[in-house]
């Protein structure tokens, strides 16, 4: 985690190949949940307006999902780096799940959002939602009822922290992408804004991913065994 005001020396990307082994689907899964949908219905404002209540119990399956897994031992690896260089490393993911803070990463920059908050469309609060969302629902701030959705950046709506993301790939002196597939930009992109401004670049993936040329180095391997590893060289 890095300390407000303290530019972090590392910034690490994670995607959903390092929750894929805790049992949360990817978009490439063949046979899981996205397969079942069209993303255009259930990941975007447009399929939102026109059936909220399919969304909804989309989701609302994808956040029972979430609330069933538990950590891998790359999200506790992550946890044990970020505890011992606080201050030096920032952690954000892609992914819209808890795994991280549940293994006890602090101040995770979800750029994705949050599958276990809220957004009310009608006043534009934020709250914490773990049980299911029903177009009956009422917003805890306004009151207002039809308006609540997840809290997360569907395909179309611009990704949380993009100007403080940018300011610590400029400067940051390592970039580490986790587990990504490096085809949903702008997230694909901050390996080449990293290393244009002069950080070490460094892969780690299952396999080799669209952008992997771009990076200086590659680690290939399962998540919960290539990270705990990598870990472990830079804390020894």
Not at 17 to 39: H, K, M, P
Not at 107 to 127: D, K, N, Y
Not at 158 to 186: H, K
Request: charged share 20%.
């Amino acid at each position: 985690m890095a300390v407000r005001g303290q530019l972090p020396e590392t910034v690490i990307l994670t995607g959903a190949g390092v929750s894929a082994e805790s049992g949360l689907g990817t978009f490439r899964d063949v046979g899981g949940i996205w397969s079942q949908y069209a993303l255009e219905d259930v990941a975007t404002p447009e399929g939102y307006a026109r059936d909220p209540e399919l969304v909804l119990s989309f989701y609302n399956a994808r956040r029972a999902n979430a609330l069933a897994a538990t950590p891998n031992p790359a999200h506790d690896a992550l946890a044990r780096l970020l505890k011992a260089k606080a201050g030096e490393v920032v952690l954000i993911t892609q992914n819209i799940d808890d795994l991280h803070e549940r293994a006890g990463s602090e101040g995770v920059l979800h750029m994705h959002g949050e599958l276990l908050r809220g957004l009310c469309t009608i006043c534009g609060a934020r709250c914490d939602w773990r049980q299911d969302m029903h177009v009956s629902d009422a917003c805890p701030s306004c009151g207002g009822v039809g308006g609540m959705r997840p809290d997360v950046v569907w395909f179309g709506e611009i990704p949380y922290f993009l100007e403080e993301i940018a300011t610590m790939l400029q400067n940051c002196r390592q970039f580490v992408a986790i587990g990504t597939s490096g085809s949903v930009y702008p997230a694909a992109g901050f390996v080449a804004e990293a290393r244009a401004h002069g950080a070490e670049t460094l892969e780690i993936n299952l396999e080799r991913s669209e952008v992997s040329s771009a990076f200086e180095r590659r680690i290939l391997g399962p998540a919960s065994e290539t990270v705990p590893e990598w870990v472990e060289s830079l804390l020894n």
